[in-house]
């Protein structure tokens, strides 16, 4: 499976486990219409190991840990199940021990798909694969969302009382020597990783609880976001989805000047399988019934503002549309090293306002570029990724198995 992608269950008792070159916690959240768990008893782990419909299997360290689901057991209301992952070391990131979820059969172990979120670094924690009700039907999801603070910032997402205090300390001993003098506090003290075998126990008296950790998600809370490459940003704006009509601008200039240079920008739709769909460019201005619309080429690269505009309106887009990763080409040969101040940005159709900017920085001796992708969530939000990936190929149809392997 690919993230967004989905696979219909045919049995009614699926279990998922999750497996690591290291020790994982394997947990599952039962969530209902809004997207958050009815009270601390919906989440399901190692020191609370079940709930209806729902079970957690230790592993005992030789095996991976799962969780399992009795579609027929899980209470109405209830509409998903997320499995989450987090290294059981503190403070471990998933960087370089990629996971691995497999749906099962929960009665003869036979699998059903597997999924293996791709490019993870400092994330701490993962909704990997979610189980949900659609139309009266169960279905298996792969997600691949991480947060950077660890399962205690998946479980806060999603409604569960964390507390955040550090696990309790052995008991000093019977009149210890008294020091001759208190040591002073380290400087800047690290936030002690949260342990979620805490939520099922009662903590002793301790210090106020500190303050909750951000996920670092960025998003358009604080207005425009200037991209890196590689960096990533989630079209919510005050705790809504941006699916409002959105213009990807793209612009550029010669190198040199006095020589003009013909780009072409198009968009390429993909499917959940990354599956192509189809493209928008300069030869087939509209696609997927309207929704994406392309302005017309632009056959010199010269003057002020975008050079060509991709319209997208996000709400009307078809529900299989799961990705889309804006290209630009050279179809006359010229290369990205004959071009200047290459860059794309996203605009709000309605306002003008300019939301998002990813100016390219570096350029590479070939044809072709993936500038972003849009890619939606499972939870129905859009974020943009800054590419800035180079290939070669002249035309938007060289770009359609590079770009579906970025996705």
């Not at 998903?80 to 497999?102: K, N, W």
């Not at 990813?358 to 890619?375: N, R, S, W, Y």
Request: hydrophobic content about 40%; glycine content about 10%; aromatic content about 6%.
């Amino acid at each position: 499976m690919t993230p967004g992608s989905n696979i219909p269950l045919t049995v009614a008792r699926v279990a998922v486990d999750v497996a690591a070159p290291v020790r994982l916690d394997v947990s599952g959240l039962l969530l209902g219409a809004n997207g958050k768990v009815r009270s601390d008893d919906d989440f399901i782990f190692y020191n609370q190991p079940s709930g209806p419909g729902v079970t957690y299997r230790s592993g005992g360290g030789a095996a991976p840990d799962a969780i399992l689901v009795d579609t027929g057991a899980v209470p109405a209301g209830v509409e998903r199940i997320v499995v989450t992952a987090s290294p059981d070391a503190a403070g471990q990131t998933f960087q370089g021990i990629e996971p691995t979820a497999t749906v099962r059969n929960a009665d003869d172990g036979s699998v059903l798909a597997t999924f293996t979120p791709p490019q993870l670094s400092t994330e701490t924690a993962l909704v990997v694969v979610e189980i949900y009700l659609r139309n009266g039907a169960w279905k298996a999801r792969a997600v691949g969302q991480g947060y950077a603070n660890g399962l205690a910032g998946i479980a806060t997402d999603f409604g569960v009382s964390v507390d955040e205090e550090p696990a309790a300390a052995p008991a000093a001993p019977v009149a210890p020597p008294a020091p001759v003098a208190p040591p002073a506090p380290p400087l800047a003290p690290p936030v002690p990783p949260v342990d979620p075998r805490i939520l099922a126990s009662t903590p002793p008296p301790a210090p106020p609880a500190a303050a909750p950790v951000s996920t670092g998600k960025i998003n358009l809370d604080k207005g425009r976001v200037s991209l890196q490459k590689n960096q990533t940003v989630s079209l919510v704006k005050g705790g809504r989805p941006l699916l409002s009509q959105v213009k990807m601008g793209l612009g550029w200039e010669p190198a040199y000047r006095g020589k003009d240079i013909d780009l072409d920008a198009s968009v390429i739709a993909y499917g959940p399988q990354r599956n192509h769909l189809d493209s928008c460019y300069f030869g087939k201005l509209s696609i997927l019934n309207g929704s994406v619309k392309h302005s017309g080429d632009n056959l010199t690269g010269e003057g002020a503002g975008d050079d060509e505009v991709i319209v997208v309106d996000l709400g009307r887009l078809p529900a299989d549309t799961t990705g889309l990763v804006f290209t630009v080409n050279s179809f006359s040969g010229q290369k990205f090293t004959e071009v200047a101040k290459a860059y794309c940005r996203l605009i709000d159709a309605a306002t003008g306002e300019e939301l998002v900017r990813f100016d390219l920085t570096t350029a590479e001796p070939q044809t072709g570029v993936m500038m972003a992708k849009l890619i939606k969530q499972f939870s129905g939000e859009w974020e943009m990724t800054a590419m800035g990936e180079f290939v070669k190929s002249r035309t938007v149809r060289g770009m359609v198995k590079p770009a579906a392997q970025a996705l």
